[in-house]
């Protein structure tokens, strides 16, 4: 491949491949896995893994056993390549996560595409780095229904959004009966605005929130 770049995640010793066309990590990615607090042997399960840089990260931790799951063949191809990067057990899978079926996880991570496909320029070419961004694969719906139906009852599930889409995130998590446990609100340097937000959420359980201090990106 050679539209391939060796980069590295956060850390240097944390190297890992990029293609070139595909969606790469960004600000965002980095937040999150900076986030995710991880018990002690869990399983982690990432919900669109792209190419594993979120599982890399995690990998630094006594995990059991780290699971990606990525419906995009590209993707999934980089990711499989990063996984000789990885020390712990891991699997990875080139599918759909709705239709995705597995023995229930302690820990569940997503980066979802963000903007509905209602609200997306009808002319915008979607190629493998659009579709990181629309929900044209996976809307965050779709995403919580099967976190709802992966994750065991005491599991926790991490994400990344943007803060306009509050209202809306909210609504979903109610829907499925998730509770905001911990939150932490990414602050833009320059422009000063609000930009996106970590929340790590469980479910059925009544649990105070914590909010964090401002992370500025």
Known sequence: MNDLSLDYFIDENLKLYQKKDCFHFNTD???????VHLHSNETILDIGTNNGALLLYMDQFNVQKLIGVEILKEA??????NEQFIKHPCEFYNEDIRL???????????NPPYFPVSKTNPN???DNR???????????????????????DN????????????????????LY?????????AYDKKSMQAKSFCMEVIRDSKCQCTILPVKWI
């Open 100 to 110: 995705f079926e597995h023995e229930k996880v302690d820990v569940i991570l997503c």
């Open 124 to 126: 915008v070419i979607l």
């Open 76 to 81: 999934f191809e980089v990711c499989k390549l």
């Open 177 to 185: 009966h998730f509770h905001i446990k911990t939150m932490q609100i």
């Open 155 to 174: 599991g926790r599930f991490y994400f990344v959004h943007r803060c306009t889409f509050l209202n809306e995130i909210l609504e979903v998590l109610s």
């Open 29 to 35: 990615t980095k937040f999150l896995a900076q986030f």
């Open 130 to 152: 659009q579709l990181g961004r629309i929900e044209i694969n996976l809307t965050f719906k779709e995403c919580v229904e099967s976190v709802n139906r992966l994750l065991k």
